[in-house]
């Protein structure tokens, strides 16, 4: 509402919908970049996955080599 008394009549008339367009923008790229990390991980995990299963690391090869085991610990 501050715009009416800052700008002139025609530029204020645009201000809500230069505003709308911007947020709009705004969010569609940010859900965008969302999308694309996810996918991003996804595919890192199945390309991490795939390769340990080609070279024979499995999941219990982790819990075997965990640090706290070679230090003596219960985990």
Same mark, same amino acid.
């Given at each position: 509402? %501050?715009?009416?008394?800052? $700008?002139?009549?025609? =530029?204020?008339?645009?201000?809500?919908?230069? /505003?709308?367009? &911007? @947020?709009? *923008? %705004?969010?569609?790229?940010? $859900?965008?970049?969302? =999308?694309?990390?996810?996918?991003?991980?996804? /595919?890192?995990? &199945? @390309?991490? *996955?795939?390769?340990?299963?080609?070279?024979?690391?499995?999941?219990?090869?982790?819990?075997?080599?965990?640090?706290?085991? &070679? @230090?003596?610990?219960?985990?």
């Amino acid at each position: 509402m %501050t715009a009416r008394y800052l $700008l002139p009549p025609t =530029v204020s008339t645009f201000a809500p919908f230069t /505003a709308l367009v &911007a @947020l709009r *923008a %705004t969010v569609y790229r940010s $859900l965008r970049d969302c =999308v694309q990390c996810l996918l991003a991980v996804a /595919a890192g995990a &199945a @390309l991490a *996955a795939s390769l340990a299963a080609a070279a024979g690391i499995h999941g219990w090869t982790f819990r075997t080599a965990h640090p706290t085991r &070679a @230090l003596g610990g219960k985990n």
